[in-house]
């Protein structure tokens, strides 16, 4: 290997390894300074972005589920499976939890599209869906002293978190 | 890599003789393999929900989303059912390539493209390991990926050639740092959480959906969840250290195989578990990785 290869090799290694720990550093790396412009442009090129916020509070569920409610114009109803393809029961994947999660609580870029191709989906099945609802289904869990006393884990919360009408595009709520 | 001996560094700088050591490339064989072994773990967990987020007829739909590397998303161009599958089956073989060091480098390029493909298509689903094994795939791409051990050097052999019985060390130092600064910030987030601080995340993480025998009876245990909480948090804050350090590195394998075999035997997180233990590995000096081949060869007869 020339030297001049050996020498930038050297120089990568060093800054790469600063940087995977400096992006971590709020302090140093904060959204404005010359740091976090550099790390992040060089972490986005490398697809090296990284964040370690594993379980960094407690997980708040016992139990996850979600279920869609299609309603036709004639006022029948159905239930579906809220995993595509197929409208399939949730079987508690752990990545398919983590994609309703995150679309709901954070993101809204990814259930307008998904909604949509659920009432596609329903509608390819036979219902003549007008609109749907994306129910969710949890067992959130109590606290310590709450469980300890009557050993009940968690209460049930079913709510309605989207609904998207089926004859136009979008959702809604 | 022979070129890297010292007869070659002529007057080799500080930064040269810190990265460019040459060390035993059978450490690197043993991270390209375990790499693998967890690439294929996590490949192996989704494929019977690669449809659900990868598929055109599934849930997520990453067109818009945009990074450096948007140009690897290949799930984007190939989204139809039967070429998902395609797909997984092409990489499954390439990280197979790389756990038997078939054409190392050209089935660590495809492992690459599958980490970010991946990454770019299930953003909303990704997990903590899939962070892991991107990480570390950029610095194994740019890295040596030990001939020995390999389909390759067996191939080297019958041209008539050796494998290469050296590689530069910087690598193997960049995974240590990557895996070090993994459990070190994860530590530090956990330190300013008041369940951490007061022992109670163990109960309530095993009365949880992630928990495989979740049970009310982790809520009167409250010195158990104390002390497997602060087990958990001082492993993660010691293991960088443990197993940088030669006279503690024994004890740091013991400390994180407990703390990663316990959370694969007791949570639906397995898969982390095992993509952390592969990378283990990477922390073998020359000397351990020896005594790993005796101990070996005198107790199944062959290396």
Known sequence: MRKGLRILLCCWCSFHALIVLLVHFPAISGPESFVSTIAASYLDRTGSWQSWNMFYTIPHYHYFDLDIVAHAQDGDTRVFGPILPGLRQHDGFIRNTLFFTYALDLDSYHLPRYLQQVCREIRAQGFPAASIELRTHVQQIRNLDQIEQDRIIAENISEIRRRANCLQTGASL | ?303
């Open chain 2, 1 to 303: 890599m022979n070129t890297l001996d010292a007869a070659n560094l002529g007057r080799p700088t500080i930064l040269e003789r810190f990265w460019l050591r040459p060390v035993d490339s059978r450490r690197y064989s043993l991270l390209r393999i375990g790499f693998a072994i967890g690439c294929l773990a996590s490949l192996v967990h989704q494929w019977p929900h690669r449809l659900d987020l990868y598929s055109a007829s599934g849930m997520a739909h990453n067109a818009g989303i945009r990074s450096g590397l948007s140009w690897l998303a290949v799930f984007r161009v190939f989204d139809s059912d039967w070429a998902v599958s395609v797909l997984f089956v092409f990489f499954a073989a390439a990280m197979t390539a790389l756990l038997f060091g078939f054409l190392s480098r050209a089935a660590m390029l495809a492992v690459f493209v599958w980490l970010h493909a991946s990454s770019l298509q299930i953003a909303p689903a990704y997990t903590g390991w899939d962070a892991v094994l991107r990480s570390v795939g950029l610095v194994l791409l740019l890295s040596p990926l030990g001939q020995i051990w390999s389909v390759d050097a067996c191939l080297l052999r019958r041209a008539g050639r050796l494998p290469s019985t050296t590689a530069p060390v910087y690598g193997l130092y960049l995974v240590q740092w990557q895996i070090a600064v993994m459990y070190f910030v994860t530590a530090a987030l956990k330190l300013s959480d008041t369940y951490w601080q007061s022992g109670e995340f163990a109960a309530y993480f095993y009365m949880s959906m992630f928990s495989l025998f979740p049970n009310p009876i982790y809520a009167q245990w409250q010195t158990v969840s104390l002390l497997l909480s602060y087990f958990a948090l001082a492993a993660e804050l010691s293991l960088p250290l443990l197993l940088w350090c030669k006279r503690t590195r024994l004890l740091g394998f013991v400390v994180g195989g407990a703390l990663h075999v316990s959370i694969a035997a007791t949570s639906i997180i397995w898969v982390f578990s095992v993509v952390v233990l592969a990378l283990y590995p990477a922390y073998l000096d020359d000397e351990e990785v020896q005594r790993l081949v005796a101990w070996a060869k005198s107790r199944f007869g062959r290396s």
